[in-house]
């Protein structure tokens, strides 16, 4: 897969080529890059290297790489995997280049990150399997098999398993306030709410499509949710 080509227009230039490995026999990677990502803080940049690997790169060293060695990054196909117990001491936010393994073709990546402040939507909130910090920086994958899974960036657990859409995930976007709320956008027709808060809990399901939904964003307030489709309209809809 190449990345930031000169060619898009003819006044861009090109800072780089993310290069996925070639490994013909190797039915986890290497075939189509369906889609990428940036954490909100710049730390990381994600990308699906086909079938069911995710890279994750440290952002600003991938651009030191560029500036010493030229235009072309080949990304390490032995990549070093992070242990489930790498989670304590200063390692743990340092961004570390690795991968991800989900199990299936991921069609969809989001990144997101908690405010504190911004308490779960849910009206039972005395217990929680999860109490997410400031410094906790997530990453939602939308699969094939219409699950979404969520991993905590830094140690690379699976943290949680949503389970309802019933075809391929195409899209997964979080609201921008920081309340962890993701929204997910799949061939099913339908947009599916959840509060990842409130330990992943569905809060709603939108069903104004008549056919596939493609993508969908959130206005800068997390206030409205619009979302596209095989058809010809945008379609709205107010969250809060």
């Not at 389970?163 to 929204?183: C, K, N, Q, Y």
């Not at 206005?219 to 949710?225: H, T």
């Amino acid at each position: 897969m190449r990345l930031l080509r000169s060619c898009f227009t003819t006044r861009s230039r090109a800072v780089g080529e993310l290069l996925a490995p070639t490994s013909p026999f190797d039915k986890k990677c290497g075939r189509e890059n369906w889609t990428v990502a940036f954490a909100p803080d710049g730390s990381y940049f994600a990308w699906s290297q086909g079938h069911r690997i995710v890279k994750l790169v440290p952002w600003s060293q991938c651009l030191i790489n560029f500036l010493s060695h030229g235009t072309k990054n080949v990304a390490n196909s032995a990549s070093t995997r992070l242990s489930r117990q790498n989670s304590d001491g200063s390692q743990r936010n340092k961004p570390c280049e690795h991968i991800i393994d989900c199990g299936d073709i991921v069609w969809s990546l989001a990144f997101g990150s908690s405010v504190p402040e911004k308490q779960s939507r849910c009206v039972n909130i005395e217990w929680h399997r999860f109490k997410f910090g400031q410094d906790q920086l997530l990453l939602a994958t939308g699969l094939n098999n219409g699950r979404i899974k969520i991993w905590d960036v830094y140690t690379g657990k699976l943290l949680l398993n949503l389970m309802d859409h019933t075809e391929v995930v195409r899209d997964l976007t979080f609201a921008p306030d920081g309340s962890l709320i993701l929204v997910s956008a799949s061939r099913d027709k339908t947009l599916r709410v959840w509060d990842l808060k409130d330990d992943g809990n569905m809060m709603k399901v939108l069903r104004g499509h008549q056919n596939w939904v493609y993508g969908c964003a959130f206005s800068p307030d997390s206030s409205i949710l619009c979302s596209v489709g095989a058809s010809k309209a945008v379609v709205a809809a107010i969250l809060v």
